[in-house]
């Protein structure tokens, strides 16, 4: 089981970024993917998650209507598209599996999700 991130850089306030996080060693979609985020000195907290066919998205209150989570299962990779960003969304950004097969509801809590990256550094400057 691996899950790989990327895509992550430098912005500008108000730039954009797309992180993609790529899978492979397991059944890839019957799972529900999230994307978590993890600034020096706090706690990883939940950014979104998606559903195992794609239909069901959910966000942290601080990314709704910037961030868009999507998922491409015949590609085995989800998506992240950061909009409108701020110098407070700079943190290292992981994806990680859901390990319940073809859940219908959503987790944000990181000990809930297995199967994590390695992470992909985004850095927002004001």
């Known amino acids: 089981v691996q899950l790989v991130e990327s895509g992550g850089g430098l912005v500008q306030a108000g730039g954009s970024l797309r992180l993609s996080c790529a899978a492979s060693?397991?059944?890839?979609?019957?799972?529900?993917i999230g994307w978590f985020r993890q600034a020096p000195g706090k706690e990883r907290e939940f950014v979104a998650a998606?559903?195992?066919?794609?239909?069901?998205?959910w966000y942290a209150d601080s990314v709704k209507g910037r961030f868009t989570i999507s998922r491409d299962n015949a590609k085995n990779t989800v998506y992240l598209q950061m909009n409108s960003l701020k110098p407070e969304d700079t943190a290292n950004y992981y994806c990680a599996a859901d390990p319940r097969v073809y859940s219908i509801d959503y987790r944000r809590a990181p000990a809930d999700f297995g199967s994590w990256g390695q992470g992909t550094q985004v850095t927002v400057s004001s």
């Open positions: 060693g397991f059944t890839f979609d019957v799972y529900n």
């Open positions: 998606i559903g195992w066919s794609g239909d069901n998205t």
